[in-house]
């Protein structure tokens, strides 16, 4: 079950709120090179370049289908098919680097940021924003449900497919250590959403991927059966029907120093 550009832009608004919010955060006057790492179908992009409406913005990401749907969107800007874990190792610096909800698919933190920071110019800053969900309900209800199933030892580890996060202070501490000034902070965000099936549908385009990949039609069908019968009876829905899903998000802006 590749990447859905269509599945992912079904929550877009909802999915766009913790970006904006980080760009809010950015404090850099002077923009004139700007990349989002990560871009999916283009919405952060186009708020990236919203933000810094004077700056060449391009977009990258590792799913044909995103970065079809970031063309389709934003014509006029530059996107390319990459891998982050290749992209930190090329040529040329940035006054933003963006990194919004994709961190968490790419291996190997303690050297990913520091080649991401590399990659900065003086003064430039690296967003990064994170789902902060593992220890969710919604989360930890998917690895329960693959553990305990015909389907266990086939999604044996899929649970460690996004890969090991870290707290807050280590992300704080490793940014420092490259010299950057560094604001770090968790953002909990309650998504009122059409009950528990619309709770599947938000995590069909991220979390639940890698589970429902691996398994065929029918199992898709009974999986899916038992993780909406189990948020319902974790998220009791509200008077009026609607269920508040909690989605914890860490932000992390580290900046180099101008001199």
């Not at 015909?150 to 490793?174: E, F, T």
């Not at 065929?216 to 508040?244: H, I, K, M, N, W």
Request: proline share 6%; hydrophobic share 45%; charged share 20%.
């Amino acid at each position: 079950m590749s990447w859905s550009a269509a599945q992912y832009t079904k929550f877009e608004n909802e999915r766009s709120r913790p970006v904006r919010d980080l760009l809010a955060h950015l404090s850099n006057t002077s923009v004139a090179q700007a990349v989002d790492i990560g871009c999916g179908p283009g919405n952060s992009t186009e708020l990236l370049q919203q933000r810094f409406p004077d700056a060449t913005v391009a977009g990258l990401d590792s799913s044909a289908d995103m970065i079809a749907a970031a063309r389709k969107r934003l014509p006029s800007l530059h996107f390319d098919i990459g891998d982050i874990s290749r992209w930190v190792a090329g040529d040329g610096t940035f006054d933003v680097i963006l990194a919004n909800a994709v961190l968490q698919w790419v291996p190997d933190h303690a050297a990913l940021f520091p080649a991401l920071l590399s990659r900065l110019s003086p003064g430039g800053s690296l967003a990064v924003q994170m789902p902060n969900t593992l220890e969710e309900a919604a989360s930890r209800l998917m690895r329960e449900i693959a553990a305990d199933g015909p389907w266990s030892q086939r999604l044996a580890g899929l649970a460690s497919a996004r890969v090991i996060r870290h707290s807050a202070d280590w992300y704080y501490r490793l940014s420092r250590e490259s010299g950057s000034a560094v604001d770090v902070w968790i953002t909990t965000y309650l998504h009122p959403l059409a009950g528990a099936a619309a709770v599947v549908e938000w995590f069909k385009g991220s979390g639940l991927r890698p589970y429902l990949a691996a398994l065929d039609a029918a199992e898709q069908s009974e999986f899916v059966a038992r993780y909406r019968a189990a948020v319902a009876q974790a998220y009791p829905a509200q008077p009026d029907g609607t269920l508040l899903l909690p989605f914890p998000r860490l932000f992390i802006v580290a900046t180099r120093p101008s001199g």
